[in-house]
């Protein structure tokens, strides 16, 4: 309801909110992405594990059959969604099996632009009374192995972007280079390009997409 009302909001364009969990993702929530187009076409939905063993150990209320049914549901709502997760390698009891179903999980999804985490044990968490029984070379290996799939496939996706012109929020100056501005389009991807008017911040501006960069795309404004 917040998003609908956040979208009858004359002079709002685009919302995005931050992010939720799969036991709490509704199929209330998944249709608002047919009913509100002002709701960007991006999601981040942590997942943790591809393994409900993990998932179970973890104490997280979700198991892998619900969390591909709501990423379906997204998609048939809104074709081209963005999906991006958040997963942590190495927990207390992961074995090779459980891992290769994290990279079973990550093609299956097609995850864009995700972040991974090795495990390290917290004090106060009901973790930390489980045995860290994966070494620390098992784990960064895993992390290695996570992070370069994650990495190909978002890649995979600015690469499919280029050509296409993106109706782009400017978000502010480039980090890189104060002389060229940063933006970002509905699928959460960062555009860098130049303009003369100093004015553009906070501005939308259609940009065609030229360059596919490994953390970022390269713009130009459209005619």
Do not use: W
């Amino acid at each position: 309801q917040l998003i609908k009302d956040t979208a009858s909001i004359e002079g709002i364009e685009r919302i995005r909110f931050t992010t939720s969990h799969p036991y709490e993702f509704g199929q209330d929530l998944t249709n608002i992405y047919k009913e509100v187009p002002e709701l960007v076409s991006h999601v981040h939905l942590p997942v943790q594990s591809g393994s409900n063993k993990i998932l179970n150990a973890m104490r997280r209320r979700h198991k892998i059959k619900d969390y591909l049914s709501i990423i379906d549901r997204l998609k048939e709502h809104r074709p081209g969604i963005s999906i991006s997760s958040d997963f942590i390698v190495g927990f207390p009891g992961e074995t090779k099996k459980d891992f290769q179903d994290t990279l079973n999980l990550v093609e299956r999804v097609g995850f864009d632009d995700s972040f991974s985490f090795i495990y390290s044990q917290r004090p106060n968490t009901t973790a930390s009374s489980l045995i860290d029984n994966v070494s620390l070379i098992e784990k960064k290996e895993r992390l290695t192995k996570l992070h370069d799939l994650l990495k190909s496939l978002a890649y995979k996706i600015s690469r499919r972007m280029v050509g296409r012109t993106e109706r782009c929020l400017v978000t502010g100056t480039s980090k890189k280079d104060p002389g060229e501005f940063q933006s970002r389009t509905e699928n959460n991807r960062v555009v860098n390009f130049s303009f003369k008017d100093q004015n553009v911040i906070g501005k939308f501006m259609n940009l065609k997409i030229v360059e596919a960069l490994p953390n970022s795309l390269r713009g130009v404004v459209a005619n």
